[in-house]
């Protein structure tokens, strides 16, 4: 018999998972919570809102049933929005078996309280739990379109995680695994604030120093505060730290690039999200990243300046400017 795998969230990221696992053979249910979406997705066979003109397989099949979902396979992958992420699992719970395996794409923090991902599976769930979580440099439209793309799969269960690797790897989709669970969801939460700075950044007009300045420290702000909560410095220089960075911060397919773009326009923000119309999860991380920043005296300014920006109504071109005004120190 062929794997199975439910796959949880039918947005643009949870869908291209879903067409990778199933063109890679998997018996494939791809779950979603609005069932006018999901009727148009089963009549479609595609997802015209989020990635229009790539075909699902005959082996994806799709639900707004929950429960149909959890039955359907022990491996769920959850890519769902880091605030719908906890609710989603605590409706999940009772609809498994012991045997459920958990594995998110969900990039960011638990709103709630400012905590990892993980510890909301154990929490949920339990830390014996097979866990796991999917990051790196990956635009959904790009992996659902079959363009090569390289991704991390962070689990404290090496055997789950070469698991879920030989699933989604293919000819076209290198997974490598990491133990640095911590590091690896630290680098995904954190990089979506530099993306909303550095599209910020080029809103205003400014250019390809500017940018390249933004990612360097930035990239520097991640690994203080992953190395703070537990991470490991290597990972911040491997896919999931620097790839995702690069990537989100200079692709205009990134929502939070985007976002900070029209901010340096200036658009205000309920605007800018509008126009978008997608999740921007940089917004709530720029949050929980600057209160986890203030409660472990961890230096982070863009960070700092991204948040007043977002959250008390700092002009884009003054939290630029106080950037600069900083004292003047060494690097290293």
Not at 23 to 35: A, D, E, I, S
Not at 149 to 174: D, K, M, V, W, Y
Not at 186 to 195: Q, S, W
Not at 266 to 286: H, L, P, W, Y
Request: glycine residues 10%.
């Amino acid at each position: 018999m062929s794997q199975k795998i439910s796959v949880l969230g039918a947005g643009s990221w949870g869908t291209a998972l879903a067409m990778l696992a199933a063109r890679n053979g998997c018996q494939t249910m791809l779950w979603g919570h609005k069932p006018e979406h999901i009727a148009a997705l089963k009549a479609d066979r595609e997802n015209k809102q989020y990635l229009p003109g790539l075909a699902f397989s005959e082996n994806l099949s799709v639900t707004s049933d929950l429960a149909e979902a959890a039955s359907f396979s022990d491996l769920i992958l959850v890519s769902v929005p880091s605030r719908a992420f906890k609710d989603t699992l605590v409706k999940l719970k009772p609809l498994t078996n012991s045997n459920v395996q958990i594995a998110w794409a969900t990039k960011g923090f638990n709103p709630e309280n400012g905590c990892l991902l993980h510890e909301v599976v154990n929490e949920v769930f339990s830390n014996q739990t097979p866990a796991a979580f999917l990051s790196g440099p990956s635009f959904a439209r790009e992996v659902a379109a079959d363009l090569p793309t390289a991704i991390t799969i962070a689990s404290a269960q090496p055997q789950f995680a070469n698991q879920l690797a030989e699933i989604l790897h293919s000819g076209r989709f290198r997974a490598y695994t990491n133990s640095d669970l911590i590091g690896v969801e630290v680098g995904g939460a954190v990089k979506n604030v530099m993306a909303i700075a550095a599209g910020i950044a080029d809103g205003l007009g400014f250019g390809a120093n500017t940018r390249a300045a933004l990612i360097t420290r930035g990239l520097n702000e991640i690994i203080r505060l992953g190395i703070e909560l537990g991470g490991k410095q290597e990972t911040f220089m491997g896919l999931a730290g620097l790839g995702d960075l690069l990537l989100t911060c200079t692709d205009n397919q990134s929502r939070n690039r985007r976002f900070g773009l029209a901010l340096g326009q200036g658009k205000d923000r309920i605007t800018a999200s509008q126009e978008i119309g997608q999740e921007i999860e940089g917004v709530s991380a720029a949050k929980e990243t600057f209160l986890l920043a203030q409660k472990h005296g961890i230096d982070m300014p863009i960070t700092e300046q991204t948040y007043k920006v977002l959250y008390e109504g700092l002009a884009p071109l003054t939290a630029v400017q106080n950037l600069l005004a900083r004292d003047q120190k060494s690097e290293s």
